[in-house]
């Protein structure tokens, strides 16, 4: 969990500065109810992304499909 938290805090980050890897970035967050993760360390996860997509949303490309998330 720590580790998946970890990615999650600074995927915006890494959108930011890699942008070709923003729509693999994006997709991922999708399967987060995939992982074998307690419903409560989902939500953790998710809550993390969010912040980091919101602190650098303005370099995401499909800011239409970040909104949809």
Do not use: W
């Amino acid at each position: 969990m720590i580790n998946a938290a970890n990615v999650a805090e600074h995927s915006g980050i890494i959108a930011k500065e890699k942008p070709y890897l923003q729509s693999i970035i994006i997709n991922k967050i999708f399967d987060i109810d995939k992982t074998h993760h307690s419903s409560e360390c989902k939500n953790i996860i998710r809550g993390k992304v969010i912040q980091s997509f919101y602190e650098h949303f303005s370099f995401f490309k499909d800011k239409e499909k970040i909104i949809n998330l």
